[in-house]
Structures are given as C-alpha cells and as structure tokens.
C-alpha cells in the first residue's frame, strides 16, 4: 500500500527566509512524487513532480524539491518566502507498478509572516 | 494545462437525496479521478473512473452510494445518493495528463442538511 507523510500540520517563516515543507512517502515500485498548492476558496495547483532525474526538481513560482531515495523523502523547499506563498501545500506520491491512483499527505499550512 | 468545469460549484440538499457532479474536461484524458476533501484536510481518493470499464473504488467507498458514469474520454459524474449529513464535503474531480500531472476543477461545496 502506499501512503504519504506531512508531519508538520503548520510551517511559519518570515518573509525572505528560506522554507521547508516535508514529506516522507512509501510506495511500491518506482516513485512518482508531486507538490499540488490549495489557494484558500481556490483549487488544487500543481507545483512540481519527480518521476526520474535528477534528484533536485524545479517547479513553479521558485519552489524546488528534493528526492532522495534512502530516506523516502521529497521535500519542498524555497529560498525566499513571500507572503503570497502562504497556502496549503499537499504531498502526492503513486507507484510505477498495480493501480495508477495517487495518494496526498495530510497537507502542511504554510504561514509567511511579514 | 487542460481545463475541467466542474459543477454544481456547491448545493444543499435534503438527507435522503441524490445529487449528481459534472466534470467536463477539455481535452481527451484517459484516466479521472473522483476525491472528497474536508475544508483544509487531506484528499480522499473516491474511485477511478475510465472510459469503457467500471469505476474502480477505494476502500470504504461503494457503487450504490457513489456511482460514477464516463460516457467519453471528455466527461465523468459523479452521483452522491441517498443523502446523510455524514456526506458534507467538497468534492473534486480530477485527470491525469500524459505529463502525469493531474489538474483539478474547482470542486462541489456540499451541504446535507
């Protein structure tokens, strides 16, 4: 069965400082690993994914994300927060083998504070 | 990214009824994807809807309380029947594209009262 991990309900940074987001994921076969951002009263947008490559993927609106295998983890990062980041972010994973659903993590509210 | 209209964007509806969500994609996918989602919590996966096959659901989830049509590689419903507060929720339709993103509409706020 695959499942991912949020562990943080909450992540809050100041303006300008770099940001982490965490995720942790297990899964059979091959990952296929996904950041999606909810705008409050918005729908789910995509961020960024992994699905082979590189270990460090580039996404959208200067986020990044690293995958590292031996710790089964995909980390959302950002150098510089702005304000405007500030949503709710959700972790995604599927495997490359059985059923090509994809699974989300509890979600992590990002707060930047000014 | 391809576009899905989704609707109604949000109903209330009396326990014992059935409501029925349209998701219009488009562009031709082959895989939809049906998910609830509390406001501010997780996505639950309903069941996978393709073309030319039943839907398959997840664990907790049942065709007579949820049956989901996909006429065409274009369109999906969903239907929420025999209505109970417990079903208040906001329901998503999604579809992978080749790219394996999965793009969303905008939801279904559902009341049951």
């Known amino acids: 069965a695959q499942s991912v991990a949020q562990p943080e309900d909450q992540v809050n940074v100041a303006e300008g400082n770099p940001l982490t987001v965490k995720c942790t994921y297990s899964v059979s076969g091959n990952p296929y690993l996904f950041w999606y951002v909810q705008y409050p009263n918005r729908g789910l947008q995509f961020l960024l994914k992994?699905?082979?490559?590189?270990?460090l993927v580039k996404g959208s609106y200067g986020f990044e994300a690293e995958f590292n295998k031996s710790q089964t983890s995909f980390h959302l990062k950002k150098p510089s927060a702005l304000v405007s980041d500030s949503a709710l972010y959700f972790c995604a994973v599927r495997g490359d083998t059985g059923g090509f659903k994809t699974i989300f993590g509890a979600g992590t509210r990002l707060f930047v504070k000014a | 990214s391809a576009v899905i209209s989704q609707k109604p964007s949000r109903d209330i509806c009396q326990r014992g009824t059935s409501l029925t969500i349209q998701c219009q994609v488009d562009?031709?996918?082959?895989?939809m994807f049906w998910y609830r989602q509390q406001p501010g919590q997780s996505l639950t996966l309903i069941a996978t809807?393709?073309?030319?096959?039943?839907?398959?659901?997840e664990s907790g989830f049942v065709i007579d309380k949820f049956p989901i049509s996909r006429p065409n590689l274009t369109f999906s419903t969903l239907t929420v029947s025999n209505m109970s507060p417990e079903d208040s929720s906001i329901y998503l339709c999604?579809?992978?594209?080749?790219?394996?993103?999965?793009?969303f509409g905008s939801g279904t706020q559902l009341s049951v009262l």
């Open positions: 562009s031709q996918v082959t895989m």
């Open positions: 992994y699905i082979t490559g590189d270990n």
């Open positions: 999604s579809a992978r594209e080749r790219n394996e993103k999965l793009f």
């Open positions: 809807a393709n073309q030319g096959s039943e839907a398959t659901y």
